[in-house]
């Protein structure tokens, strides 16, 4: 079992920039994929950005591929997503979430079996 707990989100406009802290406790997040989630309102929970265990690959949703950047510090048991160019559309709680199996399971929101209880970003225009 892994608890994890997100920080870093606030409001910021639009061109700004934001970094998003995931704290995991529990056990060690050394040999689980790692990934950010979001969900804007009235829209349902989408795939954001993921990345293996030991860092080798991330993969990012096309909506923010160049603009947001995922890594994570096993020693340190902790995730970040740095959020550059940050647009209006971006605007949603964004979830940490882990999974022992592959890091393709993060990419189907149904099937994620650890979550953060979410960080509110908004981006003002």
């Known amino acids: 079992q892994v608890q994890l707990i997100e920080s870093g989100g606030g409001l910021v406009q639009t061109g700004g920039s934001l970094r998003l802290s995931c704290a995991a406790s529990g056990r060690t997040i050394s040999g689980i994929a790692m990934g950010w989630i979001r969900q804007a309102p009235g829209k349902e929970r989408e795939f954001v950005a993921a990345?293996?265990?030991?860092?080798?690959?991330?993969y990012y949703a096309d909506s923010v591929k160049g603009r947001f950047a995922i890594s994570r510090d096993n020693a340190k048991n902790t995730m970040s997503l740095q959020m550059n160019n940050l647009k209006p559309e971006d605007t949603a709680v964004y979830y940490c979430a882990a999974t022992a199996g592959a890091s393709t399971t993060l990419r189907d929101v149904r099937n994620i079996p650890y979550w953060g209880q979410g960080t509110q970003v908004t981006v003002s225009s």
């Open positions: 990345i293996t265990s030991s860092s080798l690959y991330k």
